[in-house]
């Protein structure tokens, strides 16, 4: 295994000072994986105090010193350093009430999650793998160390980050380790909303989450179930159209890992995943059948968003990304129409960002429905062109006018009506009719500021 030389050195200072160190956790489990770690963990049987000795010529941060964790600065690198620790009786399903400090490595790694996680690395002494962490990787298992009960016990937010490896990385869950999530799932009450949302929008967005989200999400939903409870209205629901063959959750699932497929390896994927998470949350309020058995779901946009913004807020979400996804969910199934003008009204009323993000919406819809509607996904493409070619072409905001309030103070003074004025060149500029330039703009102004008992 590759160590980073600041890393090394912090090693074989702790090591010359007649300590064990050794890197642990996710960056062992990277690296047997063939992925290159960012972070890495250290753990000692140096106590914090001796930790703090150690690296006194240093820059130290006394991260976390109760529970055993200081910082070192290394090479400009913040890096933890842990002791060896045995944990407390946990009462919240969150953290220990008090820990132990220890000599064992070995009692160290059996309070940890998974055995994936449980590897430690020396580059004096090898790997320790006691209980079995570098077989179940190359198996792509999931399992827990010890009791899994046990272990969500301790810790609820272990179940998510169970989901969340199986996705991001396509590994499968042992079955004892699946059955206690399931049986322990409750216990996710106890956990922060933050905490919650973060390792859902992990799970969204994994390294291999648009091969595996649909797995997950059916095989865990009464999981996801907890965490969402407004999900549980969706299962089993039949939706009687000729449009879809899976019922409302099952196609919803299928639109969210479209969606992380769609934006698999892109920087700002959450919010498209997201917002195919809650796009059909609203159907089961405005289910209709016509005389012909038909379903109809008119309306379920604007539900949808309205609940996703409900969700969204509880789970502690930033208002920026909420906004932004509940835009998405509210304007997934309005008509797109590949031509300039319409396009142009698209910019106009979203911003190329959300324009596109509302037309990638309707592709990750249609490939969640039948043969037919999946027809018209090379339009949506046609229209995600069309919008990137007329967003730096075209004027669609105030600000590209090449006309301000300045300019039009001949013609009309402040008031009300310039900004009415303002509004109608817009439009006459995003629908075509007139040019973005400057002496045309001020004629019309002129025009309609003329006939604005008419128009």
Not at 55 to 84: L, N, Q, W
Not at 288 to 296: A, Y
Request: with cysteine; charged share 30%; proline share 4%.
């Amino acid at each position: 295994m590759e160590v980073p030389s600041n890393i090394a050195g912090i090693l074989d200072k702790l090591e010359n000072a007649g300590y064990e160190a050794w890197i642990v956790g996710g960056c062992v489990r990277d690296s047997l994986m063939g992925i290159t770690p960012h972070d890495f963990d250290i753990t000692t049987s140096a106590l914090p105090e001796e930790t703090e000795r150690v690296f006194a010529g240093m820059r130290v941060i006394e991260t976390g010193i109760k529970h055993g964790t200081i910082t070192v600065i290394s090479d400009g690198v913040p890096v933890e350093i842990t002791t060896y620790r045995v944990d407390g009786e946990y009462h919240d399903s969150r953290r220990p009430d008090s820990v132990t400090f220890t000599r064992s490595l070995r009692e160290d790694i059996a309070r940890r999650d998974f055995t994936m996680n449980g590897i430690a690395y020396s580059p004096k002494r090898g790997f320790f793998d006691e209980f079995g962490g570098a077989g179940d990787i190359h198996n792509g298992i999931i399992r827990c160390i010890g009791d899994p009960e046990k272990r969500f016990s301790e810790d609820a937010l272990r179940i998510l980050r169970g989901l969340r490896f199986s996705a991001s990385l396509g590994f499968w869950i042992e079955d004892k380790t699946a059955a206690a999530m399931l049986d322990c799932r409750g216990l996710l009450n106890n956990i922060s909303a933050e905490r919650i949302f973060a390792e859902l929008s992990k799970l969204l967005t994994g390294r291999r989450s648009g091969e595996n989200i649909l797995r997950v999400m059916t095989c865990f939903r009464e999981i996801f179930a907890v965490m969402i409870p407004e999900l549980r209205g969706i299962f089993d629901f039949k939706q009687h159209s000729k449009w879809h063959f899976l019922d409302v959750y099952q196609h919803t699932v299928l639109a969210v890992q479209s969606a992380a497929q769609l934006t698999a390896g892109k920087e700002n994927a959450l919010p498209l995943t997201l917002a195919m998470m809650f796009h059909d949350i609203g159907k089961p309020r405005c289910f209709t059948r016509d005389e012909n058995g038909e379903g109809h779901f008119y309306c379920h946009a604007a539900y949808s968003a309205e609940i996703a913004d409900e969700i969204l807020r509880r789970l502690k979400c930033s208002n920026a990304l909420r906004e932004r996804v509940c835009r998405i969910v509210k304007y997934h199934d309005t008509p797109l129409k590949d031509d300039d003008r319409a396009v142009r009204r698209l910019l106009a009323k979203h911003g190329e960002q959300l324009a596109c993000d509302i037309a990638m919406a309707h592709i990750a819809d249609d490939l969640a429905k039948k043969e037919e509607a999946r027809s018209r996904i090379p339009e949506w493409y046609a229209v995600i062109s069309r919008i990137h070619r007329l967003a730096s072409e075209c004027c669609f905001t105030m600000k590209t006018l090449a006309v301000d309030g300045n300019a039009l103070r001949e013609i009309v003074p402040p008031s009300p009506l310039m900004g009415k004025v303002m509004k109608h060149l817009l439009k006459k500029v995003v629908d075509g009719d007139i040019p973005n330039e400057r002496e045309i703009l001020l004629q019309e102004a002129a025009k309609y500021v003329a006939n604005r008992g008419i128009i």
